[in-house]
T-cell receptor
Framework: EAGVVQSPRYKIIEKKQPVAFWCNPISGHNTLYWYLQNLGQGPELLIRYENEEAVDDSQLPKDRFSAERLKGVDSTLKIQPAELGDSAVYLCASSLGYVRTSEDNEQFFGPGTRLTVL | AQSVTQLDSQVPVFEEAPVELRCNYS??????LFWYVQYPNQGLQLLLKYLSGSTLVKGINGFEAEFNKSQTSFHLRKPSVHISDTAEYFCAVTVGTSYGKLTFGQGTILTVHP
C-alpha cells in the first residue's frame, strides 16, 4: 500500500516568488495535516482538514499561505510571496480520522518538501 | 494547552550500549503519547505509542517507552543500539479532545558510534 506522497521533494526559489506543494494522502484517510518543520525543531501544525473542510487553520499565516483540499483527497499548500524565513521542510500527514477513535487518529507522514528561499 | 520537552538535544552513544531519550509533557487532561523517528531526508515514522493500558509500551526496532503519569514523562529506551539507529527522535502528545492534533518536542539527535 502506498504511503503519503508529496511533491516536489526539493524546491529552491527566490524570495517574493510563489511556490506550491502537493500532497496525496493514504487512500481512505479522511484527515489530512500540513506541518512546518524548521531546522532543528519538531513539526508544527499549520492546518488540518477533515475531508474538504479546514477544521483547524489557526497556525496558518493567512497573509501569504493558503491551502486547499478539493474533493477531500489531494491537497495543495501555497506560499505567495515566499520570504527567506519560509525555508523549512513542509510535511504532510494523513489519518483515518472519521470515526475519531484514538487508533484512527494515528498519523502517517510523507517524506516532506524541503523549501529553500534565496 | 499541552507541551512537550525533550531534555537532550543530542545523545552520542557507542554501538551496543543502552540508551534513554527523555521526554516530559505537560497537560491538564489525559494524553496520548508518541515517539517518532526521522531518518535524514525522510518523513516521520511511528516508533511506538501510549493510548491506554500498560504503561510499558513496546515498539518497532527494539525500542520501548514507559509512561509515568506522576512524573509526566514518557522516556524512550533501547537496551542495545545499532549504527542504523542514528536518527532524530521526536516525542509528541495529543490530548483526548483534540482528535489527532500532535504537539511535538524539539527532537533528540541520537548518534551511534562504532
Amino acid at each position: 500500500e502506498a504511503g503519503v506522497v508529496q511533491s516536489p521533494r526539493y524546491k529552491i526559489i527566490e524570495k517574493k516568488q510563489p511556490v506550491a506543494f502537493w500532497c496525496n494522502p493514504i487512500s481512505g484517510h479522511n484527515t489530512l495535516y500540513w506541518y512546518l518543520q524548521n531546522l532543528g525543531q519538531g513539526p508544527e501544525l499549520l492546518i488540518r482538514y477533515e475531508n474538504e473542510e479546514a477544521v483547524d487553520d489557526s497556525q496558518l499565516p493567512k497573509d501569504r499561505f493558503s491551502a486547499e483540499r478539493l474533493k477531500g483527497v489531494d491537497s495543495t499548500l501555497k506560499i505567495q510571496p515566499a520570504e527567506l524565513g519560509d525555508s523549512a521542510v513542509y510535511l504532510c500527514a494523513s489519518s483515518l480520522g472519521y470515526v475519531r477513535t484514538s487508533e484512527d487518529n494515528e498519523q502517517f507522514f510523507g517524506p516532506g518538501t524541503r523549501l529553500t528561499v534565496l | 494547552a499541552q507541551s512537550v520537552t525533550q531534555l537532550d538535544s543530542q545523545v552520542p552513544v557507542f554501538e551496543e550500549a543502552p540508551v534513554e531519550l527523555r521526554c516530559n509533557y505537560s497537560s491538564s487532561v489525559s494524553v496520548y503519547l508518541f515517539w517518532y523517528v526521522q531518518y535524514p531526508n525522510q518523513g516521520l515514522q511511528l516508533l511506538l505509542k501510549y493510548l491506554s493500558g500498560s504503561t510499558l509500551v513496546k515498539g518497532i526496532n527494539g525500542f520501548e517507552a514507559e509512561f509515568n503519569k506522576s512524573q509526566t514523562s514518557f522516556h524512550l529506551r533501547k537496551p542495545s543500539v545499532h549504527i542504523s539507529d542514528t536518527a532524530e527522535y521526536f516525542c509528541a502528545v495529543t490530548v483526548g479532545t483534540s482528535y489527532g492534533k500532535l504537539t511535538f518536542g524539539q527532537g533528540t539527535i541520537l548518534t551511534v558510534h562504532p
